[in-house]
């Protein structure tokens, strides 16, 4: 299922206090669909879902899906390591309206290929929505083969997958080895380009809060047969994508949000703000941008 090629995948705002801000949240989705998103992904990692609520999360889609009111699709993180847990989640998300479901890989508890193909088919047997696998060991430890996912591919609702190991050759494989409905996101920013050279659909990315538009225009460019010139604008936003993972991730995109006007607030323990000098590398990348 095809969901766009440039999807952000949302920070979550929040006011001074560390809840959720709903008005800049809603100030922030019409910046988002106005510069480049085709689509929301929404209480994921950049949404800092690990420190969310179950609650809140619901309140969350349920806004979303209020404010983008069917423009793009929207797709809610409801991954775990527990797949009873990830079930009871995705069905609260199903009845806010949400378009399809994110499942990130169990961590911690590191099951091994059938275990993990397991959960995700259970998981998809117990909901109606599309479903979306992410594939990132960095923060999972466990990694789906390519051979698992093409397996889980013939699963009718799992549709997607997000792939974030930072291996081409792989992805080349599960493109191989998957239909033509089956769709791939890479999850890294700086793979967006080559990635989509060798047949991904395109990017769930982080840097697309504040070069969404460039990032279009990249791909458009591709499409367009002008390769090097697609090339020659990868080149000069890399230094945006490698700046918005230089601490962890979402401070310094929220920093580059509030840079060019949109205050998204601060992280929830334990991520902290940025320091003086890791503020100073998010300003020299934007300067450089401008």
């Known amino acids: 299922m095809n ?6 995948a949302m920070v979550t705002p929040f006011d001074r206090h560390g809840e959720i801000d709903f008005e800049k949240t809603s100030e922030l989705i019409e910046y988002l669909l106005a510069n480049g998103s085709d689509g929301l992904v929404v209480a994921g990692t950049t949404g800092e879902s690990p420190t969310l609520t179950a609650d809140e999360k619901v309140e969350l889609w349920q806004h979303v899906t209020k404010v983008v009111a069917g423009r793009v699709p929207v797709i809610a993180g409801t991954g775990s390591n527990s797949t009873e847990a990830s079930i009871k989640l995705s069905k609260r998300a199903e009845s806010t309206g949400v378009d399809a479901l994110m499942l990130v890989a169990p961590y911690y508890n590191k099951p091994n290929q059938k275990g993990l193909f397991e959960h995700f088919k259970t998981v998809a047997g117990a909901v109606n929505s599309p479903v979306m696998i992410y594939n990132v060991p960095g923060r999972s430890v466990v990694r789906l083969l390519p051979e698992t996912i093409m397996e889980l591919s013939e699963i009718e609702n799992i549709v997607s997958l997000k792939e974030a190991t930072g291996d081409l050759d792989g992805m080349a494989h599960i493109r191989s080895g998957t239909g033509d409905d089956f769709t791939i996101y890479s999850g890294d920013d700086n793979l967006m380009l ?17 070069i969404g ?18 090339g020659k604008l990868h ?34 323990l334990p991520l902290v703000p940025l320091t003086k000098s890791e503020q100073q590398v998010i300003s020299e990348c934007m300067q450089r941008l401008n």
């Open 3 to 8: 969901f766009g090629k440039v999807l952000t």
């Open 194 to 210: 080559p990635a989509y050279a060798i047949g991904a659909d395109g990017i769930i990315s982080v840097s697309s809060h504040v």
């Open 213 to 230: 538009k460039e990032m279009q225009e990249m791909l458009t460019l591709f499409d367009q047969g002008k390769g090097k010139e697609a």
């Open 235 to 268: 080149r000069k936003l890399l230094s945006v994508f490698n700046g918005m993972f230089s601490a962890p991730s979402p401070a310094p995109v929220k920093e580059a949000l509030r840079m060019k006007g949109l205050d998204t607030g601060g992280v929830r």
